[in-house]
Nanobody, 115 residues
Framework: QVQLVESGGGLVQAGGSLRLSCVAS????????MGWFRQPPGKEREFVAR????????YYADSVKDRFTISRDNAKTTVYLQMNSLKPEDTAVYYC????????WGQGTQVTVSS
């Protein structure tokens, strides 16, 4: 069973950038689809981005397309989310996700974007 630990969240001004990292352990990293989800205050958890085992295929929510970039380093068992041009509406708890028939979640990292 894979365990996921996120880092890199924080407080940033609108227009700024952050890079989230998620280190996976306890499983064969390459077997998992990896992704990021987020939960804004008072709202449901929502999809942000996902990529396949090689990183050759990426998928993004329309709200983050062209601003966020997901990538993975299989040698480091780490997935990243580079977030640029951040907006206040990007404020949320960001969760790392691993999927191999079922979902596994990290504990989440808070991202707050001030206007």
């Amino acid at each position: 069973q894979v365990q996921l630990v996120e880092s890199g969240g924080g407080l940033v001004q609108a227009g700024g950038s952050l890079r989230l990292s998620c280190v996976a352990s306890g499983g064969i990293f390459g077997d998992y689809l990896m992704g990021w989800f987020r939960q804004p205050p008072g709202k449901e958890r929502e999809f942000v981005a996902r990529l396949n085992w090689s990183g050759s295929r990426t998928y993004y929510a329309d709200s983050v397309k062209d601003r966020f970039t997901i990538s993975r380093d299989n040698a480091k068992t780490t997935v990243y989310l580079q977030m640029n041009s951040l907006k206040p509406e990007d404020t949320a708890v960001y969760y790392c996700n691993a999927n191999r028939g079922r979902d596994y979640w990290g504990q989440g990292t808070q991202v707050t974007v001030s206007s």
